[in-house]
């Protein structure tokens, strides 16, 4: 697969670019930025073309499919004009600014027969199933409940993330981690109870929130996100048995051995797993999906894109039904 990047983001450079140049199946052929210096210097690490403008690099015949790591309220647009020029996209996190404008994007891909993925890393480490596999097995009993949360410390005050017109905002970012967790393990039927969001007093961006969410099988989740907390990364499930717990739950290193700790009246049991390479497993996965005649219509990438969509639609209602408080920041 041949690809081209739009942006010289952080995410590329440090997590995407590295795992793409490590998979034999995919070329990165061009990188394409706004200033020609930050192509450059992206061009001269992978041994790629640099690309002035996000344009012609969608012009380019030798390109099959585009990355797209820029702001989530610039995903949409440009998602959209590669699915226009005929190329297939994995799109950064969240797939775009909203459920409507998610809807667009599948329905764009759909008709053009084009593989349209959002770049949740996260979930292409085997660990999720592990812990799949222990509750189905009952270790934990009956589940009550999920908790999860991606918290961080506070950002550079020009980061992308504290930009309102770019789609900034601590549930757009950070939210999304948690809610997706609860969709891994609950599924899609999620009602959004209640949220609370603490947001800047100057504009209103959302610094950090929390949410409870209502499964229709009754199991309750309750996620926690921001920009102004330590430092914490994970999810517990909860159940009438034991309660099994996993830290650096969203980007751990690619040699780090993941735990799985499973608390239970008589003691705690602490199970590690093997170390997983899942930037390496989610680009593979994409270029899998790029090559496989007919991937695009099938049932697994539908799967994926209402994925997107009701991550989006979750999104929303907590955006219209939160308790808003203003701090200052
Ligand atoms: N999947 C993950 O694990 C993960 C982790 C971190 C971030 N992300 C996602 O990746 C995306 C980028 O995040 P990042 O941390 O890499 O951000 P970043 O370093 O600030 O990169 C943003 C990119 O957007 C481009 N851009 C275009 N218009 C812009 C504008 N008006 N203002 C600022 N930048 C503009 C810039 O490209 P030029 O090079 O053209 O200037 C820049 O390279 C976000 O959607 C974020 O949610 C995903």
Known sequence: MRIGVLGAASIAWRRVLPAMAACPDIDVVA??????????????????????????????????????????????????????????????KPMAGSA??????????????????????????????AVESLLRSGRIGELRSLHAALCIPPLPAEDIRYVPELGGGA?????VYPLRTAMRFLGRGLRV????????????????????LAADSGVQASLEFGFEHAYAARYA????????????????AADQRPALLLEEQGGTERIDLPAADQYLRCVADFASAVRTEGASDGPDEACRRADAVTTLELADRIRACAVRVEVAG
């Open 100 to 129: 409507e404008e998610a809807r667009e994007l599948v329905t764009l891909a759909t008709r053009a027969g084009l593989v349209l993925r959002e770049n949740f890393m996260f979930l292409h480490h085997p660990r999720h199933d």
């Open 193 to 212: 109870a209640g949220a609370t969001l603490r947001t800047r007093a100057a504009d209103g961006l959302d610094l950090s929130g929390q949410v409870l």
């Open 237 to 252: 499930l909860w159940g009438s048995r034991a309660r099994l717990t996993t830290e650096h739950a969203f980007s751990p």
């Open 31 to 92: 990188v394409a930025a706004r200033d020609m210096g930050r192509a450059r210097r992206f061009a001269d690490r992978f041994g790629c073309a640099a690309v002035a403008g996000y344009q012609p690099l969608l012009e380019r015949a030798d390109i099959d499919a585009v990355y797209v790591p820029l702001p989530a309220a610039l995903h949409h647009a440009w998602a959209a004009r590669a699915l226009r020029a005929g190329k297939h996209v994995l799109v950064e």
């Open 171 to 175: 549930l757009l970012d950070a939210g």
